[in-house]
């Protein structure tokens, strides 16, 4: 009999063969650098390293968490499967029912499931930039095409007639992320609603909500194409324990809870966040200090003539740098042990974004700042 000859199967040193193409040469993302990396590679100890380039809140976790942590928790069984607990605990947060939410191991994975539920080879996704990359890594690695849309220069406001003009048959979804990462800005519910009407998924990123209090929340009874996402990496200090959710229609949510692997919240995580729900009096007590700090550091920054400053409803701030380049600037600073992340926007010179630390951490940038004036 004849062999079948066409293909000859790879040997074991083939293995990116058997990759999908669109991921063979994919490196993983970098974000901001891990501190102890940039404390080795500045020569800071990491106790001296002024960390505002990722939003965290410099004022960490609930006490209350830091206690139930301590206690002994039954680590050696599986978390509560769906996080089933503190899905009830969300629902009565956001106003809306347990079966709208699913939590994530972080947004960044709740991204991955709501993704991974509408978008796939043969898709696209609109972003809408400068945004949060993660939108752009997470679609493309799914592989689907990402439409890019820019902001109006200056004010990076949404103008919805380009996002409109955007959505062919292949677009499933269009993001906002409001406040927007890294401009700080509010998308207006005019323009999300006027996506919501194409029928296209909307997904808004709310990431920072508990720094300006404004949410699409409520719209989700009307649109069942909206989603929105939320985190306790930022306003909760809880980062490093990895806990996002989601708030959907109960149809949407069905759907992406069925993606989600069972235990993909741990118990510390699941713990923690129930804890900073039941303290968030003390947790928005620290939301408030980093809004006045906010203000005291936008009338700061805005002293300095090489920075054109951005109001902010987040808890960092955008600078366009009009001497120099963002990144000689960032560059400098991290010599003097303060990070920042830099940015290629507004071109050429680029623009940094600056996380609200502690205020003497916001002092130390601006005394930085003010001996390292760039000069053209
Ligand atoms: C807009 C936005 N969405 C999502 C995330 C991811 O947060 P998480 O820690 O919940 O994965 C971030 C983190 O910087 C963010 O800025």
């Given at each position: 009999?004849?062999?079948?000859?066409?293909?000859?199967?790879?040997?074991?040193?083939?293995?990116?063969?058997?990759?999908?193409?669109?991921?063979?040469?994919?490196?993983?993302?970098?974000?901001?650098?891990?501190?102890?990396?940039?404390?080795?590679?500045?020569?800071?100890?990491?106790?001296?390293?002024?960390?505002?380039?990722?939003?965290?809140?410099?004022?960490?976790?609930?006490?209350?968490?830091?206690?139930?942590?301590?206690?002994?928790?039954?680590?050696?069984?599986?978390?509560?499967?769906?996080?089933?607990?503190?899905?009830?605990?969300?629902?009565?947060?956001?106003?809306?029912?347990?079966?709208?939410?699913?939590?994530?191991?972080?947004?960044?994975?709740?991204?991955?499931?709501?993704?991974?539920?509408?978008?796939?080879?043969?898709?696209?996704?609109?972003?809408?930039?400068p945004?949060?990359?993660?939108?752009?890594?997470?679609?493309?690695?799914?592989?689907?095409?990402?439409?890019?849309?820019?902001r109006?220069?200056?004010?990076y406001?949404?103008?919805?007639?380009?996002?409109?003009?955007?959505?062919?048959?292949?677009?499933?979804?269009?993001?906002?992320?409001?406040p927007n990462n890294p401009t700080g800005n509010?998308?207006?519910?005019?323009?999300?609603?006027?996506?919501?009407?194409?029928?296209?998924?909307?997904?808004?990123?709310?990431?920072?909500?508990?720094?300006?209090?404004?949410?699409?929340?409520?719209?989700?009874?009307?649109?069942?194409?909206?989603?929105?996402?939320?985190?306790?990496?930022?306003?909760?200090?809880?980062?490093?324990?990895?806990?996002?959710?989601?708030?959907?229609?109960?149809?949407?949510?069905?759907?992406?809870?069925?993606?989600?692997?069972?235990?993909?919240?741990?118990?510390?995580?699941?713990?923690?966040?129930?804890?900073?729900?039941?303290?968030?009096?003390?947790?928005?007590?620290?939301?408030?200090?980093?809004?006045?700090?906010?203000?005291?550091?936008?009338?700061?920054?805005?002293?300095?003539?090489?920075?054109?400053?951005l109001?902010s409803?987040?808890?960092?701030?955008y600078?366009?740098?009009?001497?120099?380049?963002?990144?000689?600037?960032?560059?400098?600073?991290?010599?003097?042990?303060?990070?920042?992340?830099?940015?290629?926007?507004?071109?050429?010179?680029?623009?940094?974004?600056?996380?609200?630390?502690?205020?003497?951490?916001?002092?130390?940038?601006?005394?930085?700042?003010?001996?390292?004036?760039?000069?053209?």
């Amino acid at each position: 009999m004849r062999q079948l000859r066409s293909s000859p199967r790879p040997g074991p040193g083939d293995v990116l063969r058997l990759i999908r193409p669109g991921l063979r040469s994919r490196r993983p993302y970098m974000g901001a650098g891990s501190p102890e990396a940039l404390a080795r590679k500045y020569g800071f100890s990491l106790d001296r390293l002024v960390k505002l380039d990722s939003n965290e809140n410099p004022y960490g976790p609930s006490p209350r968490v830091l206690e139930a942590l301590a206690r002994p928790l039954p680590y050696h069984r599986y978390p509560e499967p769906d996080s089933e607990t503190l899905r009830h605990a969300l629902a009565e947060y956001v106003g809306a029912s347990p079966d709208q939410i699913v939590v994530g191991a972080g947004s960044d994975e709740v991204i991955l499931l709501t993704f991974a539920a509408f978008l796939g080879p043969g898709t696209a996704v609109v972003e809408l930039v400068p945004t949060f990359v993660m939108y752009r890594l997470t679609a493309e690695a799914l592989g689907a095409r990402v439409v890019t849309v820019p902001r109006e220069p200056g004010t990076y406001e949404v103008d919805v007639e380009k996002v409109i003009a955007a959505l062919g048959p292949r677009v499933k979804v269009v993001v906002f992320c409001s406040p927007n990462n890294p401009t700080g800005n509010l998308e207006s519910e005019r323009t999300v609603r006027q996506v919501l009407e194409t029928g296209a998924f909307v997904l808004v990123d709310e990431a920072y909500y508990e720094y300006c209090g404004h949410t699409f929340v409520p719209l989700i009874s009307r649109y069942p194409n909206l989603g929105v996402l939320r985190t306790f990496s930022k306003w909760a200090g809880l980062a490093g324990l990895r806990v996002g959710y989601g708030i959907f229609s109960p149809e949407v949510a069905r759907v992406i809870a069925g993606i989600k692997p069972p235990f993909n919240v741990s118990t510390a995580g699941q713990v923690a966040a129930l804890e900073s729900l039941a303290d968030r009096d003390y947790l928005m007590s620290t939301v408030r200090k980093t809004i006045a700090e906010r203000e005291r550091l936008f009338q700061e920054l805005s002293r300095f003539e090489f920075l054109r400053v951005l109001p902010s409803a987040a808890n960092f701030i955008y600078a366009e740098v009009r001497r120099g380049s963002a990144r000689q600037l960032t560059e400098a600073l991290a010599r003097e042990g303060i990070l920042v992340r830099q940015f290629d926007v507004p071109p050429p010179r680029g623009g940094i974004r600056i996380t609200v630390g502690l205020p003497e951490e916001n002092d130390r940038l601006l005394e930085a700042l003010s001996r390292l004036e760039p000069e053209d």
